[in-house]
């Protein structure tokens, strides 16, 4: 609202000059409708945007809140992958140790692996030193069993025809002998013979040896 206007004359002043306040009033009546009938006709606009503006801020204000819920559901997410992080940092760390314990204990392990290698690379020399010898010795008892053998084949050659030589001459002496036995025996037999017939001479001779006797001393029983 314009202020309202105060009218004053002053003494000698020409009509002209308040003709002209009176347009000038007029003038700012008429610009005050004219202000008045915009304002009219701006406040459906105004309304319109505010409208507008208020839809603008609701969407603006869920905007907000999906944000602000998505940025808390994140921020859960982030918290909950934080510690789920830091879980896995300490599996992680204890793995790590595990796997730096594991590392040590295999070098442990290739180092004691080596010191067996060279004892056995030194065992394996000193068992090809030691398989070499016994080889040769074997060797060398072969070749002395090889030739105590073909000794002992000819001495059991000569021996055998040693032994051939003598059942050939015993087997001549058994026939000899054997020939002398019968002869022997036959003779044997001629003096049993005839040791039989002298003793059956003998008892005849006794009998009746004893005969007499017995006629003699009257001791006669049965006819001689």
Not at 169 to 186: A, N, P, R, Y
Request: net charge negative.
């Amino acid at each position: 609202m314009f202020p309202p206007y105060s009218y004053t004359f002053s003494v000698g002043k020409k009509m002209p000059d308040l003709i002209t306040s009176e347009q000038r009033l007029q003038e700012r009546k008429l610009k005050e409708r004219e202000w008045k009938t915009l304002q009219k006709q701006r406040v459906p606009a105004l309304d319109a945007t505010y409208s507008e503006k208020l839809d603008e801020l609701a969407e603006l204000q869920y905007r907000f809140i999906t944000l602000e819920n998505d940025f808390m559901f994140n921020l859960d997410v982030i918290t909950e992958r934080d510690c789920e992080l830091d879980r896995y940092e300490a599996t992680f760390k204890e793995m790590k140790e595990l796997l730096i314990g594991k590392e040590e204990e295999l070098e442990r392990s290739k180092h004691i692996a080596m010191e067996l290698k060279a004892v056995l690379t030194k065992e394996r020399g000193a068992v090809s030193e030691l398989q070499l010898h016994y080889e040769e010795k074997i060797a060398d008892i072969h070749a002395e069993h090889q030739a105590f053998k073909r000794e002992k084949e000819k001495e059991i050659r000569d021996e055998k025809q040693r032994v051939e030589v003598i059942n050939s001459h015993l087997q001549m002496q058994m026939k000899l002998l054997s020939t002398k036995l019968e002869s022997v025996t036959e003779s044997r037999d001629e003096c049993l013979r005839a040791w039989h017939v002298e003793e059956d001479k003998l008892k005849a001779t006794q009998y009746e040896r004893d005969c007499l006797l017995s006629v003699s001393d009257g001791r006669y029983s049965k006819p001689c």
